[in-house]
């Protein structure tokens, strides 16, 4: 049974339906689908056809949420900039200065979060298959949501004496959430590959939603210049109230029939296929995807999705965060104020989620992984052209681009192109694998965007020390 065959669909709606087609027959046999410990399945010798409708969408809705939330500590952390500058500011003296520990908190933060998400999600992808579904993603979201509210606690906490203290703490918070939300994605895309491509976009979209919600957040909070304690704190709290939604809305999940549906046909798929039945209580032989031979397949994809978050975040946001209007300090609010927030992060994260969505639509170019890494390698362009934009402080590199447009531009493209090519690569790698191996080539996916995140954050240490 090859997993590169497709089950056609008349079109591809973003609001898709579990439901596949395929002209071979089928035999299958399902004991208690509606029994969420289901013992004994039938082994089906093709594609399973007629997969239950997904009433409403809900599980739709449920991975587009799950996905935004399997990041959104990350995207509420980096973007509670005001509250970070505020933490760490000098408390000894009246200089207006950033402090190195300021300048660098950005980087800071992202290399605190690539590594250990890096080394998470190979580790996902290696071993993940050995543990329950439900147990990886529930485990890894109450980590999440434990360490949110811990991370809102000390926001009403006086740090200044002990900023040093301080310091690790928050590293090593950023470490573990990163953590176990590298896990929960890993997780996450390991299960749509299962389900029809629309889930996979779902996740991916998802997770750009999440920044696209962090950033309107962050907008509509300073429009009402609260202190940058009140705002950090009204961020971690709808974190933490929206990861325990998340909790909620996937054990619901779990238990709808077209959810089982689609996890039971990955497991028939590892059966053997010379039996009738698999009744797991007579220990039947379990095929077991293997992780060489997976990635003999994927590679290319894989390398694409490494170097597009490689490159992503060698500048964003570490360096872009710098980049000042050409006319701040005139007095005027979108300059002083929103400039960052709207561009950095709101214009970022909506071109990044046009991108998902476009990808999702168009899902091209299909089966030319070397086309997509060439695109990938052409956009390494993005990191000279932004890191001569307007940055401040500097001390090395000249100001190329003064134009605010230009930066803005520039950001789009970074943005649109980020989105677009990583959501290709992640669609397409499942689609050239068998059956039983879909799980584990969405989750080796995940492996290299993480690598990905993690190289890109080191470049990103060197390039705010050049410039």
Not at 221 to 247: E, R
Request: net charge negative.
């Amino acid at each position: 049974m090859s997993g590169e065959e497709d089950s056609p669909r008349a079109n591809k709606p973003l609001l898709g339906k579990c439901i596949t087609t395929d002209d071979e027959s089928d035999t299958l046999v399902v004991h208690s689908i509606n029994n969420p410990r289901v013992d004994v399945v039938g082994v089906s010798t093709t594609r399973l056809q007629n997969a239950p409708e997904d009433t409403f969408n809900f599980n739709y809705i449920v991975f587009y949420f799950l996905g935004m939330t399997s990041i959104l500590p990350w995207n509420f952390i980096m973007m509670a900039e005001e509250y970070w500058l505020f933490k760490f500011r000098n408390v000894t003296g009246n200089g207006t200065d950033l402090t190195p520990r300021q300048m660098e908190m950005q980087a800071d933060l992202s290399m605190s979060s690539a590594i250990p998400s890096t080394a998470f999600l190979i580790i996902n992808a290696i071993i993940g298959y050995r543990f329950s579904l439900k147990s990886r993603i529930i485990c890894s979201y109450v980590v999440m949501t434990l360490l949110m509210v811990l991370t809102t606690i000390f926001v009403k906490i006086d740090t200044d004496t002990w900023q040093d203290e301080f310091f690790v703490i928050t590293i090593a918070t950023v470490v573990v959430i990163n953590s176990a939300s590298a896990v929960a994605s890993g997780t996450l895309f390991g299960i749509a590959g299962q389900f029809p491509s629309e889930y996979m976009t779902a996740v991916v979209s998802g997770q750009a939603l999440g920044g696209i919600f962090a950033a309107l957040a962050e907008i509509i909070i300073i429009t009402f210049h609260p202190p940058p304690d009140l705002s950090a704190f009204i961020y971690f709290i709808i974190g933490s109230t929206a990861l325990l939604v998340s909790i909620i809305l996937y054990l619901i999940m779990q238990n709808t029939f077209c959810f089982k549906y689609f996890i039971m046909h990955q497991q028939m798929a590892r059966s053997n296929s010379s039996r009738e039945l698999l009744t797991a209580h007579v220990g039947s032989e379990i095929h077991q995807p293997s992780f060489k031979t997976v990635m003999g397949k994927i590679w290319v994809y894989g390398f694409s999705e490494w170097l597009v978050f490689a490159t992503t975040l060698a500048i964003y946001p570490s360096v872009t965060v710098l980049v000042n209007s050409e006319h701040k300090g005139n007095g005027h609010l979108w300059n002083d104020i929103y400039f960052v927030p709207v561009v950095n992060y709101l214009l970022f994260n909506s071109g990044d989620y046009l991108g998902r969505i476009f990808a999702g639509l168009f899902e091209k170019p299909q089966d030319k992984p070397f086309v997509v890494a060439f695109l990938t390698i052409a956009r390494i362009l993005f990191i000279p052209l932004l890191a001569l934009c307007n940055t401040k402080p500097r001390h090395s590199l000249p100001v190329l681009f003064h134009s605010d447009s230009i930066f803005i531009l520039l950001m789009s493209g970074l943005a649109v192109s980020n989105g677009y090519l990583a959501n290709i690569a992640m669609i397409c790698a499942p689609k050239i694998v068998r059956e039983h191996e879909k799980e584990m080539a969405s989750s080796i996916m995940a492996a290299f965007l993480g690598v990905g995140l993690a190289g890109g954050s080191m470049i990103s240490f060197l390039l705010v020390e050049l410039i």
